[in-house]
């Protein structure tokens, strides 16, 4: 019988008509710094309010992500494209200076108070409504072997898994990024 | 008159959006939800997201740098 036949006729019974195909997104996050979670966290939670499944597996210094407590930092070493808004202009730090103790600490104090007075979500609260809304999270065992990880420290609800665990998420998927 | 409304005002992208999938839930199937926002970024987002949920954007305007939603709930 053809769909439409079918269509017709569940809908002369009665039947429930099918829900349209969940579609299913999956994000491989390997980076751990305050710039570099956004990207990941802001695509999974959006996707996730827009109906998607998804899945997101942190792996190497994305995995320090998912520690109950987060303080993340941000570097302007080796980052010549980051320029802070500053009395009108737009300032970066030659890379020189970026090593200076301390420098680090108050850039990423910087941007999170911009972050603040622009109305972007912090890091914290996109993972809160990412766990709210059913993102599935998941863990690299070896990452967590490898720069010894307890899983008690880590947020409730994740996931432990392994490549194996990943690819067998994205072959079901139609979106797989590797942020 | 819309059945809620969502004072999205002075939050950046994806706030507008999340928070929007939120308060439609606590509007009856057939309801009405009116967002205000000031992220210029949210016309194109709420189109593309009414596309993909599959409820209907019945318009959005902007008046003195505030965007206005009215978005219809008609999907799950």
Known sequence: ?179 | MADHTLDAKGLNCPLPILKARKALKEVPAGGTLEILATDPGAVADFQAFCRQTGNELLEHSVDNDVYRFLIKHTAA
């Not at chain 1, 009665?14 to 979670?37: C, F, R, Y």
């Not at chain 1, 993340?72 to 980051?82: D, E, F, H, K, R």
């Not at chain 1, 890379?95 to 007075?117: E, H, R, Y």
């Open chain 1, 1 to 179: 019988m053809s769909s439409e036949a079918q269509a017709v006729q569940d809908a002369a019974s009665g039947a429930p008509a099918a829900a349209p195909e969940t579609k299913n997104m999956t994000i491989i996050v390997t980076k751990g710094s305050l710039d570099w979670a956004y990207p990941p966290f802001i695509l999974a939670t959006t996707a996730a309010a827009m109906g998607l499944n998804v899945t997101m597996f942190f792996t190497f210094y994305g995995l320090p992500l998912l520690l109950k407590k987060l303080n993340l930092q941000v570097t302007a070493a080796g980052n010549p494209a980051m320029k802070m808004p500053m009395m009108g202009a737009h300032m970066g730090l030659p890379n020189l200076l970026t090593a200076v103790p301390g420098v680090d600490a108050a850039c990423s104090v910087m941007m999170k108070n911009l972050i603040k007075k622009k109305g972007v979500a912090s890091i914290e609260d996109l993972r809160d409504m990412a766990v709210e809304s059913d993102v599935r999270l998941i863990g690299c065992q070896m990452t967590m072997d490898l720069f010894e990880y307890d899983k008690a420290d880590m947020i409730d609800g994740i996931n432990i898994g392994g490549a194996a665990t990943y690819i067998e998420c994205a072959t079901q998927a139609d979106i797989n990024l590797f942020i």
